[in-house]
């Protein structure tokens, strides 16, 4: 079987399970190059990596480069992507820097896999909210049309990235041991017996960006702008796995019954929804999982064809690491 050289970039709470995945997935890897902004080591699962300051020619000879850095201005995908391409790897990017390019394909496997195809250099990976929706969504969508979308999200505090879980975590302890040491509040506020109806910054109309990341995503994957979706997105004191109640409408006639029998056989989607047993997913039962959590599916009591389901998602698997590394095991299929 042939081998790839894969870069993971950014060593933070997605690229190390970056690492995991590939992995655990057995991805054909012949040489790993890790880089983040300083040399050292980490260990994962009990296996040491070197990790490298990322520079020039650090992408010679890789075929995937795996981003996994900080988005934005001096982020590894703005600072770095277009040299991994000019050295000859294919890049897989997980922050929004490049979501929305036209040129740019912006990929949840289980739904458009095809899109991969129309890449130049650069694949992107959705926001992780928008990836376990679309997981559930998809096969409603192909089989049914979706005319309107209300989702709210519960976001844990991973999906903030390794300072938030941090945070939480110090918040606890200092509670729970009752101690007055001081806690670093990189999300700004506590979390802990909090949340925050607010992620990412405020647009103009009062969204936030993470809101509209939900809206556009949703359009570029579906090829369909005419959907109506709108979002409102929390920040809650969980520590890893994202839930999400979302509302849609369907363009034709549909049943609980026929959501229910779809998503049973859905490509990545794991149906817990017994809800007279207590049994509809919750984050602890999806940490660490690849699979998108669908239940509580149930019909709106007003408006035709019109329901509710209920998804969680593990943010740094399927809504990071997974996705990423299951575009790249479709890029070596192709
Ligand atoms: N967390 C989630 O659930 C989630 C889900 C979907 C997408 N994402 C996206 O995935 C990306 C990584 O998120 P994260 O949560 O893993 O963040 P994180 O925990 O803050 O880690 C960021 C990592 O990026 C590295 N980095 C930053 N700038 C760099 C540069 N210029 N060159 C090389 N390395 C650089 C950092 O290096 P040092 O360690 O040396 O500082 C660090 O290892 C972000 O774009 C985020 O938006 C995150």
Redesign the pocket.
């Known amino acids: 079987m042939k081998k790839y050289t894969v870069a993971v ?7 190390q399970e970056m690492i995991r995945v590939l992995k655990q997935r057995a991805f054909p890897v012949g040489d790993l190059r890790v ?4 040399d050292r080591t980490i260990t994962i699962d009990g296996i040491e990596y070197a ?1 490298k300051e ?1 520079k020039d020619g650090a992408f010679k000879g890789v075929n995937i480069a795996l981003f ?4 934005g201005e ?4 703005n ?2 992507a277009a040299q991994a391409i000019k050295e000859g790897a294919v890049v897989i990017d ?3 820097d490049f979501r929305m390019k036209k040129d740019v394909p912006l990929v949840v496997p289980e739904a458009n896999a095809k899109d991969i195809k129309t890449h130049k250099g650069i694949i992107a ?1 959705p ?2 909210s928008t990836i376990q929706m679309i997981v559930a969504l998809a096969p409603i969508y192909k089989r049914f049309g979706l005319k309107r979308i209300i989702a709210s999200t519960y976001q844990a505090v ?6 938030g879980i941090v945070q939480i975590e110090n918040e606890y302890r200092q509670w729970a041991t009752n101690t007055p040491e001081s806690v670093e509040r990189p999300m700004g506020d506590p979390i802990s017996f909090n949340l925050f109806p607010h992620i990412g910054g405020f647009s103009d109309d009062d969204y936030t960006t993470e809101e509209w990341k939900v809206v556009h995503e949703t359009h570029k994957i579906f090829h369909d702008k005419k959907i109506k979706i709108s979002c409102t997105a929390v920040r809650v004191s969980v520590r890893n796995g994202h839930s999400e109640a979302v509302y849609f409408e369907t363009s034709k006639p549909c049943t609980v019954q026929k959501i229910r029998a779809l998503l049973s056989k859905a490509q990545g989607v794991i149906l817990m929804d017994d809800p007279k047993n207590n049994k509809y997913p919750m984050p602890i039962h999806c940490d660490g999982k690849d699979e998108t959590f669908v239940g509580r599916i149930r019909r709106d009591p007003f408006v035709k064809n019109a329901f509710w389901v209920w998804i969680v998602a593990d ?2 698997r399927k ?2 690491a997974t996705n990423a590394v299951q575009i790249a095991e479709e890029l070596i299929k192709k």
């Open positions: 970039v950014g060593v933070g709470a997605v690229g880089f983040a902004r300083s990790v990322l996994a850095g900080t988005e001096k982020g590894a995908a600072a770095f997980n922050g929004a990976n926001n992780c991973s999906g903030s990235g390794r300072s943010n740094l809504g990071a």
